[in-house]
C-alpha cells in the first residue's frame, strides 16, 4: 500500500486530455511538500517530467503540465499521443516516513 | 553528456552482502544529495535511500525496509562514485537498483538516472 496513492490505470484517444491524480495526506502532499512526476518506458530508466508541483525540465513537452491542491495532485496531458503510452509515477517527501515516498504508478493507455 | 553508470548487480543467496557502485560524470558530483531508488519485477518505486553533500556532511537517510542492512557511501575525490552496501539480503531486495541525482539538494527531484542494475536474491 503506497503512501501516495494513483489510479492503476488510465485511458485515452489520441488528442485527448487525460489526467492522472495522486492522493496524499497531511503528512506529505498536505504538508506543502513539493510533488514530482515521473515518466516510465518498459524496461528503461523513468525520467523526470515535472517538478515542484508544476516545472518541466528542459525538453519536456508543454503537453504536461502539473498541479496540486491540499492534499491531492494532478498531472494533465493535453493532445494525448501514441507515444505518451508508459507508467507515470507521482513523488513527495513524507514527514511520517522521513523519507521520499511514490505513488503506487498509474498506466497510461492510447486507445 | 551527464551520466549515472551503475555496476555490481548479480545473484546472491539470502543473508548474502552485495555492494554496487556508481559512477557519476559531466557535473559536479559533489554538489548534489544522491539517493538509490529500487524497482521489484512488475512493481512500482521505491526510494531505498539518500546520501547528502558535504556541506551537509554526508548524512544518510534510509527507508525502513532496509535500515541497519545497507549502507550508502560516496567518493567526492577522484572517483565521483556512489556506493550501496547491501547486507543481510532478503528475497523481497530483489530489484532493479538505480542511481539517482536529486535536481536540487534536499528537494528530492530526481533528474538523472542510471540506467540500473539488477539485484536478484534467491537461494
Known amino acids: 500500500q503506497s503512501v501516495l496513492t494513483q489510479p492503476p490505470s488510465v485511458s485515452g484517444a489520441p488528442g485527448q486530455r487525460v489526467t492522472i491524480s495522486c492522493t496524499g495526506s497531511?503528512?506529505?502532499?498536505?504538508?506543502?511538500?513539493?510533488v514530482h512526476w515521473y515518466q516510465q518506458f518498459p524496461r528503461t530508466a523513468p525520467k523526470l517530467l515535472i517538478y515542484?508541483?508544476?516545472n518541466r525540465p528542459s525538453g519536456v513537452p508543454d503537453r504536461f503540465s502539473g498541479s496540486k491542491s491540499g492534499t491531492s495532485a494532478s498531472l494533465a496531458i493535453t493532445g494525448l499521443q501514441a507515444e505518451d503510452e508508459a507508467d507515470y509515477y507521482c513523488?513527495?517527501?513524507?514527514?511520517?516516513?522521513?523519507?521520499?515516498?511514490f505513488g503506487g504508478g498509474t498506466k497510461l493507455t492510447v486507445l | 553528456e551527464v551520466q549515472l553508470v551503475e555496476s555490481g548487480g548479480g545473484l546472491v543467496q539470502p543473508g548474502g552482502s552485495l555492494r554496487l557502485s556508481c559512477a557519476a560524470s559531466?557535473?559536479?558530483?559533489?554538489?548534489?544529495?544522491m539517493d538509490w531508488v529500487r524497482q521489484a519485477p512488475g512493481k512500482g518505486l521505491e526510494c531505498v535511500g539518500r546520501?547528502?553533500?558535504?556541506?551537509?556532511?554526508?548524512?544518510?537517510?534510509y527507508a525502513a525496509s532496509v535500515k541497519d542492512r545497507f549502507i550508502i557511501s560516496r567518493d567526492d575525490s577522484k572517483k565521483n562514485s556512489l556506493y550501496l552496501q547491501m547486507n543481510s539480503l532478503k528475497i523481497e531486495d530483489t530489484a532493479v537498483y538505480y542511481c539517482?541525482?536529486?535536481?536540487?539538494?534536499?528537494?528530492?527531484?530526481?533528474?538523472?538516472w542510471g540506467q540500473g542494475t539488477m539485484v536478484t536474491v534467491s537461494a
Open positions: 497531511s503528512s506529505n502532499l498536505g504538508a506543502g511538500f513539493d
Open positions: 546520501i547528502r553533500n558535504k556541506a551537509n556532511s554526508f548524512t544518510t537517510e
Open positions: 559531466a557535473f559536479t558530483f559533489s554538489d548534489h544529495y
Open positions: 515542484g508541483d508544476n
Open positions: 539517482v541525482r536529486e535536481r536540487i539538494p534536499g528537494r528530492w527531484a530526481y533528474d538523472i
Open positions: 513523488q513527495s517527501y513524507d514527514s511520517s516516513l522521513s523519507g521520499g515516498v
